[in-house]
């Protein structure tokens, strides 16, 4: 599978981005896919992630302000971020995972895409 991550950008804190995931490849409808994102200076870390029966599943500092979702007939996932923080300034990676539970664990992901950066600030 073959992933592009777009829509990052500069927004205000409390504003809202929708991140896109375009993949390819014939196993993305039965793949979990995943966000994950990395500040300067940090590890790696969960955001959330979607199984091909749409499971969901969002790392703890979530609290309900990001949305994932996918379209396999457009072979597209996305995030939806909505009241922003600073804190959530990174730069953002999809992935695919050869898994059916949302996985949240980066190990379980083999395919990844370029990052795009999301900056929270005013």
């Known amino acids: 599978v073959q992933l592009q991550a777009s829509g990052g950008g500069l927004v205000q804190p409390g504003g809202s981005l929708r991140l896109s995931c375009a993949g390819s490849g014939s196993t993305f409808s039965s793949n979990d896919m995943g966000w994950f994102r990395q500040a300067p200076g940090k590890e790696r870390e969960f955001v959330a992630a979607?199984?091909?029966?749409?499971?969901?599943s969002y790392g703890d500092f979530v609290k309900g302000r990001f949305t994932i979702s996918r379209d396999n007939a457009k072979i597209t996932v996305y995030l939806q971020m909505n009241s922003l923080k600073p804190e959530d300034t990174a730069v953002y990676y999809c992935?695919?995972?050869?898994?059916?539970?949302?996985?949240?664990?980066?190990?379980?992901?083999?395919?990844w895409g370029q990052g795009t950066l999301v900056t929270v600030s005013s």
């Open positions: 992935a695919s995972a050869q898994t059916s539970y949302a996985s949240r664990w980066l190990t379980s992901y083999d395919s």
């Open positions: 979607i199984s091909r029966r749409l499971r969901t």
